[in-house]
């Protein structure tokens, strides 16, 4: 009832009724950008390109900085931009032999490649190093690179990530999502009760970070 009145509040003030839309639509994203977090931010790709074009200036000036490869690595794999990123990766091998996070970064730009036996034992090396390397991430990005052509690989890393994210109502969505991507039903409506019931058994300072995770779990479950 409130949005409707909102609504033609704004419908009255515009004497617009599409232009209220669009202003009633912007209002509920900074809602949601500030209490929730479940629309994705407008600013962020604007942001990682811009700190791309910056990293690459740097290196232009500067071709032996390896923090500055590694990061500029690490923004080319968000963007998909795999063989780039694996080109700036090998360049710092020598340095970064006993990074963890490194060796993830290897891996990934590696299964982006195709090249995913490879990248599964680059991985596997990071995980070695320290198992909860990125909170355990690269157990899920090695269920997602196996969930077609391995799926009872898939489900081994994705139980393994569970384990280590045991108390993250965001683990147990990803969990959720990567099973019903392998028609694991039950499995997925499982996993996204336990985020629903991990969400609310944080203390309220860590609600505001996992509260999206529980929304996404929320919705995604009716769908079950």
């Known amino acids: 009832m409130s949005k409707v009145m909102l609504f033609i509040f704004l419908s009255w003030l515009t004497g617009n009724p599409l232009i209220a839309i669009l202003v009633l639509l912007v209002i509920i994203y900074f809602l949601d950008r500030r209490f929730v977090g479940v629309f994705p931010s407008i600013s962020k790709p604007f942001k990682r390109y811009r700190n791309i074009s910056k990293l690459r200036q740097q290196l232009s000036l500067n071709n032996f900085d390896v923090s500055s490869k590694r990061e500029l690595a690490r923004l080319l794999l968000d963007t998909k931009k795999f063989k780039e990123a694996y080109d700036l990766l090998e360049e710092v091998k020598p340095y970064s032999e006993t990074s963890a996070e490194y060796w993830d970064d290897l891996g990934t730009a590696l299964i982006g490649l195709g090249r995913l036996e490879e990248g ?18 690269p157990y899920l990005h090695l269920a997602a690179a196996f969930r077609e052509k391995e799926p009872q690989k898939a489900l081994g890393y994705a139980a393994k990530y569970g384990e280590i994210q ?59």
């Open 120 to 137: 599964e034992a680059q991985i596997l090396h990071a995980l070695s190093l320290n198992e909860r390397v990125k909170y355990g991430q």
């Open 166 to 224: 045991s108390s993250s109502s965001e683990a147990y969505y990803l969990l959720g999502s990567l099973y019903l991507s392998l028609g694991q039903k039950e499995e997925a409506k499982s996993a996204l009760n336990e985020s629903l019931a991990v969400y609310r058994s944080l203390p309220k300072y860590k609600k505001r970070h996992e509260r999206k995770w529980a929304v996404r779990s929320y919705f995604k479950s009716l769908t079950l």
